[in-house]
Structure formats: C-alpha cells, structure tokens
C-alpha cells in the first residue's frame, strides 16, 4: 500500500510540474504575441503620423504660376509644403486725356516657406482708363482693389495676396494681406509733365498738378486698403493714396510681411499697429523688423520693394534708381503699367 502512495503522489508531483510548465509556456507565447500585435500598432501610428520624407511633390523647382488681372480674386493652392517666391505688380492709375499720365505701379517680391494644402487669395489691381468730365461715383472708372466708386479719373488698383478671400473691400479680408503692391494715383488734372503719384514703397507719392494734389498712402496712414475718391482717385496700397481736388491724386503705399519699415496690424481684428520686440506699438519710420510681422506669423525672407518710380526701399528710399523687374523676368522697368500682375515660383522642398 505504501508503494502504491507513493507512486501515485509522484504521479499527482509530475502532472502538476507538466501543468505548470504548460501555464507558463502559455503566458509566455501570449505575452510574446502580445508584444507582437503592440509592434504592429506602434508600426501603424508612426506610419499614420510621421510624414514621410519621400512623399511626392507635384512641383518641379522653377515652376511657375501666374494671374493676370481678372476682375475677381483668383487662388493658389499649395500641391507641397516647401519654399516659394511671390512677385506682385501693382496697377497704375487712370488719366484723363492724352496728356494726362497715371502713376505707375509698384512691385515686391519675397521667399516664404508654405505647408503643403496652404490656400492662397490672389487680387490683381486694375488700370482704371474711363475717364469722364463730371466727377459722379456712377462714372465706370472704379479701379478693382483700388476705389469702390467712379470719378473723373480713377486710381490703379494694389495686387495683393491674401489668407481669406471675398469682396476685394471686405475689412477682414484686406487685413489678411500678407503682400501688397500699390498702384498709381490718377491723373486727370491737365498740363506738360502733370502725373498721378507713383505707387510706393513705404510710402506713396503725392500727386504733380493742380493746387490740391493728393499725398501718398503711408503704412499707417490715410485710407486703409483703397484710394481715397475726388477729382482723381488715390491709388489702391496697404493703405490708399489720397484723391487730388481738381489736382491729381497720390499712389498707395506697398507692405511686406519681413520687411524691415513695414507695420503690420495687431490682429485680424483690427488696422492699430501691432507691438514692437518691446512690447511697445509700432511707429512709421521704425527700424524694428518685429512690427512688419503679419499676426498670422507668415513672413518673408529675401524681399524687395521697389516703387512705380524705380527706387528701391529698405527702411528708406534708395539715392537711385534701380528698376524693376518685367513680367516674365527677362529686362527691367522703372514701373508697372497698365493692369497689375502677380507671378508664384516654387523653388524648393
């Protein structure tokens, strides 16, 4: 009887030893294949989230996209995240007869770097050529992206670019802009060398002719985004050129986003200045490149600004003229003529 217990105990011993080793190569393949399936998952999110280096550009470097003046806001959809060059011509300003000659339009340019799926609002200013005797707001010379209503002689239209599109007049939509060209101021005021004002740099030019001429748009100063209406209609800029009274007018101011003299607004709220790197609001004049910056954060490297007389600015007109570039890059011009123009190259990933 003893040997039986005991045979049958070391049966019980070793059933439950093979048990155990059996449980514990169980838990051992579930936890392997759990770490398995974890791999997987982990494979899966990084797959998910992880921009892939080698994703495919549509776009080759060089690569070119332009817009003519239509009348109507035009867009540009980024096909790739990667670095592009915006070229903008603003409009010049009407006239009123042969003599007569509207300010030229202005041109900047800047390289920014923009996500892939970044949606761009296009507005090329119009030359406004309708010229009329009685100054009426129902005369066909309204300039688009310039003046909202007719006149003797209307004012060139800015070419700008825009995060929110709608009316080219819409308050929220002209405070998006992140580059902005100005046009001429109109010329209908009569007489040898007689002019609408250049569009600007930071500044416009003030109308040549009559007692009563308009002053420049400034980058705070005058009417916001459009010429202001009398005999001739200041040109369209970051901010508007003023109409001469029985004079001629004066041209709109340009803006860039990175450009050292420039001042951006506070918010897409509001027109008041934005604050400096001291935290004190931004003046005219200022040497501070942090008050150029547009709220969005959106800024350019490598800009330039050159005016409808061919001087170029930084902080301040230079001593002479340099020009501009055409349209498709191949000569020069002191300014833009006729209707504006706009030009996006994208340079590199």
Not at 253 to 262: D, N, T, Y
Not at 289 to 302: A, K
Request: net charge neutral.
């Amino acid at each position: 009887m003893k040997k039986q217990g005991f045979v049958s105990m070391t049966l019980v011993y070793t059933f439950l030893v093979l048990f155990l080793f059996l449980m514990l190569a169980v838990l051992n393949a579930y936890t392997q294949q759990n770490k398995f399936l974890q791999a997987i998952d982990e494979h899966i999110n990084v797959s998910v989230t992880t921009p892939n280096k080698y994703d495919y550009c549509p776009y080759a470097g060089g690569q070119e996209w332009v817009f003519d003046y239509t009348g109507k806001e035009q867009t540009f959809v980024t096909g790739c995240t990667g670095n592009y060059k915006i070229e903008l011509w603003g409009a010049q300003g009407g006239k009123g007869t042969s003599i007569n000659i509207g300010g030229k339009g202005a041109y900047t340019s800047g390289e920014i770097k923009l996500e892939k799926d970044t949606r761009l609002h296009v507005y090329v200013g119009q030359y406004p050529t309708v010229a009329a005797s009685n100054c009426v707001a129902s005369n066909n010379n309204a300039a688009f992206n310039g003046n909202i209503s007719g006149t003797c002689s209307g004012g060139g239209g800015a070419t700008d670019v825009r995060l929110e599109g709608g009316q080219w007049s819409n308050p929220n939509s002209l405070r998006s802009r992140i580059m902005v060209a100005a046009g001429g101021g109109g010329a209908y005021y009569s007489g040898t060398n007689y002019t609408g004002g250049a569009g600007g740099g930071l500044y416009g030019y003030s109308g040549v002719g009559g007692s009563n001429t308009g002053v420049g748009g400034h980058q705070t100063s005058s009417s916001y985004g459009m010429g202001a209406i009398a005999t001739s209609a200041g040109g369209g800029g970051y901010y508007g050129g003023e109409g001469g009274n029985a004079s001629n007018a004066g041209g709109g101011s340009s803006f860039i986003s990175g450009h050292k003299g420039c001042v951006a607004s506070a918010s897409e709220l509001t027109t008041t200045p934005r604050l400096d790197s001291n935290g004190v609001q931004c003046l005219e004049n200022t040497n501070d490149i942090v008050c150029s910056y547009h709220y969005s954060g959106l800024r350019f490297i490598n800009t330039v600004m050159i005016d409808g007389n061919g001087y170029k600015w930084t902080t301040s007109k230079s001593a002479s003229v340099v020009n501009m570039p055409t349209h498709d890059g191949s000569s020069t011009m002191v300014g833009n003529s006729g209707n504006g123009y706009a030009k996006i190259t994208f340079l590199s990933e």
